[in-house]
């Protein structure tokens, strides 16, 4: 597999997240596919739980969209930078409980690190700004020393 099939496999998810196309994001995902998000510290595993995850999002940012600005890849690894947009109209889980909806829109850059291996994604790895996103909703962020 090239790299750009692996630039082609990670762009499918972003695309299939947009649409809501669970079944299309349950397609691309390896069985024993890990997804990790550094920001709220949840590693999950397997297709149910990344699904539940993607979902929780959704339901969350109902019209949430990514737009990919960048793609590299290197063997069997694509790199995404993406900028997420959405209307937080739903409940976010967050590390520090439930935010209720609050109605804003929020842009967030992102980074998403895929490694596919016979045509699905095997990892993902997502790093993106929750501080800025939490801002952007109006939501109090402090840090403990």
């Known amino acids: 597999m090239g790299e750009q099939e692996a630039i082609r496999v990670a ?5 299939a997240f947009n649409a809501a ?6 397609a691309d995902l390896a069985s024993d596919s890990t997804y990790e998000e550094p920001a709220t510290g949840r590693s999950l595993r397997g297709v149910e739980e990344i699904l539940e995850a993607e979902r929780a999002w959704k339901a969350a940012f109902p019209d949430a969209s ?5 793609a590299l890849a290197s063997g069997s690894t694509a790199v995404l930078e ?14 520090a409980g439930v935010v209720p909806a609050t109605g804003r829109r929020v842009a967030i850059k992102a980074v998403q690190v895929v490694e596919v291996e016979n045509g699905k994604s095997k990892s993902n790895r997502h790093y993106f700004d929750l501080a800025g996103m ?9 840090a403990t020393a």
């Open 66 to 70: 990514g737009t990919i600005t960048n």
């Open 82 to 95: 993406i900028t997420w947009r959405g209307t937080q109209s739903g409940d976010l889980v967050t590390p």
């Open 134 to 142: 939490l801002a952007q909703l109006g939501v109090g962020v402090s």
């Open 11 to 15: 762009r499918r998810a972003v695309e």
């Open 21 to 26: 196309d669970w079944q299309a994001v349950s």
